[in-house]
């Protein structure tokens, strides 16, 4: 199946001149939706994950998949004020700014293997801040896996060298 045909373009948004590459359409098709959660699985199934970590929102819904097809846990890293009860974070630059993410302190247990997943990776600026809060706690980092890739605009992947990084489509 291609995966790039359930993924809808839209030009100039959210601001003019960017190309958003939305995911909704794939994931509102059960085929693609769950041709997407078991490609991301099959590269994982011999790395014994103990939880997956999802940065919200799209990462939520990509990541609570992937953990019931992995038969592992799954960790929230949210904004910061969204968890209720107490919590480390990770800030880091933007382009123009900062932002900051948040996991409860006793989410992820020394030495749990842990896999990151998101929707895509552009920057890379999300998911190194990921894998910060996953070292922060004492997990080791055994893969991060996108949907997406926006190679050919952006090297998210520089951020993250020397860890396991895959996508399953790339534009």
């Known amino acids: 199946m291609d995966l790039k045909e359930k993924i809808r373009s839209i030009p100039d948004f959210p601001i003019k001149g960017v190309l958003f590459r939305d ?12 041709a997407l ?37 799954f960790v929230l890293a949210r904004k ?7 919590t480390m974070r990770y800030e880091y630059g933007l382009e123009y700014g900062s932002d900051v993410l948040e996991i409860h302190t006793d989410s992820i ?4 293997k842990v896999v990151i997943v998101d929707d895509l990776l552009a920057t890379g600026g999300t998911a190194l801040a990921t ?6 706690a004492g997990g ?3 893969g ?9 605009e952006f090297d998210g992947r520089t ?4 860890y396991d990084v895959q996508s399953v489509m790339q534009y």
Do not use: M, W
């Open 37 to 73: 959660i078991e490609t991301i699985a099959d590269s994982l199934r011999d790395r014994q994950v103990d939880l997956v970590i999802g940065p919200e929102a799209r990462g939520f819904v990509i990541g609570a998949a992937l953990a019931y097809a992995l038969n592992a846990g």
């Open 144 to 152: 991060l896996r996108f949907a997406i890739e926006l190679s050919s």
């Open 80 to 86: 910061p004020g969204k968890l209720p009860c107490e």
């Open 140 to 142: 080791e980092v055994v």
């Open 23 to 34: 995911i909704t359409t794939l994931l509102k098709d059960k085929e693609g939706y769950h």
């Open 159 to 162: 951020p993250l060298k020397g």
């Open 109 to 112: 247990q020394p030495g749990q």
């Open 131 to 136: 894998v910060k809060l996953v070292e922060q």
